[in-house]
């Protein structure tokens, strides 16, 4: 069974065809979707930009991160659920589209960027605070989260903005057959 055909059924399903041809479930699913990246996308530039020192420096680490986590994590869920709902119920559409590809690549980086990070970083934010000086492991963290977060909102936008190649036109060998004259005159006219 091709690709194609597996993404093609899951797109078929009752459910994903009800959310597709909604009049109001498919709106409001893609508005909630957005809202929570907004939302979302502030809450992670706040934390990155205090880690790199460029905002918030009179507010401790720990108390940015520790005060953003939660509505981080379900801006998050929110988030993560309505794309799965937005994309199984055009899967087809999306699945070749190499904006789409690099957006699912780097959400799975965000996880990556989670595990590496966690123990040093997001996790121990007592003792970021005590640090003179941001510790360069945090800061990567943070410009590491800026581009995949960048990237993970540009790709979204410029999913819509994908057209397939058109397939290229036979070759002369396999055109259709038609009168040798009008063939010739076809082909000098598209030469010219």
Request: with cysteine; charged share 15%.
């Amino acid at each position: 069974m091709s690709f194609h055909a597996v993404f093609q059924s899951l797109q078929d399903t009752d459910f994903f065809t009800s959310v597709r041809e909604s009049g109001l479930l498919y709106p409001v699913v893609l508005s909630l979707h957005l809202t929570c990246i907004a939302i979302f996308g502030g809450l992670i530039l706040m934390t990155d930009f205090r880690l790199l020192g460029w905002a918030f420096k009179s507010v401790p680490v720990s108390q940015m991160i520790n005060q953003t986590r939660i509505f981080k994590q379900v801006g998050f869920v929110i988030m993560v659920g309505c794309g799965i709902l937005l994309g199984g119920a055009k899967i087809v559409e999306y699945y070749d589209n190499p904006y789409f590809l690099i957006k699912m690549t780097l959400l799975l980086l965000v996880g990556v960027h989670a595990w590496v990070f966690h123990r040093d970083v997001y996790g121990n934010t007592a003792q970021l605070d005590r640090a003179a000086v941001i510790p360069g492991k945090a800061k990567a963290a943070a410009y590491v989260s800026l581009f995949l977060w960048l990237g993970i909102m540009s790709m979204g936008r410029w999913i819509a903005y994908y057209d397939r190649p058109v397939p290229h036109p036979l070759p002369r060998s396999q055109a259709l057959p038609i009168a040798p004259e009008l063939r010739r005159q076809y082909y000098a006219r598209a030469q010219r």
